[in-house]
Every structure is written in C-alpha cells, then in structure tokens.
C-alpha cells in the first residue's frame, strides 16, 4: 500500500506561483514513474505532468508547458509541481499519482491517488 498526501493548493491571483508537494508513505515511490493530473467542476480529470524514476524525464500537457515545471526527491519520498505563471483555467483540484505501467498519460495508467488539493486562480 502506498500512502499519497498532497499539499500546497490555495487561492492565488492571476500570474502568481503555487508550489504543490505529494508526500508518500508505505511502500516507495522511487521506483515508480509519477504523476499529476487536475480535475475542474463538471470536467474529466486530465493529465498535468509525469516525471520518471530517475527525474531526468519529464513530460507535460501542452497547456502548462513552460510555467509548470514537476520534480522529485526520492530521499523523501515526495513529488512537487511547481506552478508558475498561474491563469484562472488552471482552477481544479490537483492529484498526485503513481504509475502503474508502460503510458502515463490516461488516470487508468495510475493505481494510487492523493486525496487532492484545490487549486483556485482568481482573475
């Protein structure tokens, strides 16, 4: 069983930064590609970021590209996504995921899932 906590969402103002952190517990997540996808009122929840084992791979949705940036430090089992530049269609709550296979880019690919945090960017 993996444990998966994520912090760090609140209100921000247009432009502003949030930095968000997915701590885990149990068994690790070094091993493992990891994940970040959002889901709005009344949408599908969608694909954000992906970093691989190592942090060296990197992959984003093509709306957060150049003002997301995901990381990682196995030391502490923890993820981040830091969120910059922040517009009011980035509203959502936030997950934090671990990849269960060979694609990253579907929920279905993950088996484990945070309990959110809500993003609000205001205009």
């Known amino acids: 069983q993996v444990q998966l906590v994520e912090s760090g969402g609140g209100l921000v103002q247009a432009g502003g930064s949030l930095r968000l952190s997915c701590a885990a517990s149990?068994?690790?997540?070094?091993?493992?590609?990891m994940g970040w996808f959002r889901q709005a009122p009344g949408k599908e929840r969608e694909f954000v970021a992906a970093?691989?084992?190592?942090?060296?791979?990197?992959y984003y949705t093509d709306s957060v590209k150049g003002r997301f940036t995901i990381s990682r430090d196995n030391a502490k089992s923890t993820v981040y996504l830091q969120m910059n530049s922040l517009k009011p269609e980035d509203t959502a709550v936030y997950y934090c995921?671990?990849?269960?296979?060979?694609?990253?880019?579907?929920?279905?690919?993950?088996?484990?899932w945070g309990q959110g945090t809500q993003v609000t960017v205001s205009s």
């Open positions: 970093i691989n084992l190592s942090g060296r791979w990197t």
């Open positions: 995921a671990r990849n269960s296979g060979s694609y990253y880019l579907r929920p279905s690919d993950y088996d484990y």
């Open positions: 149990g068994r690790t997540i070094s091993t493992y590609t």
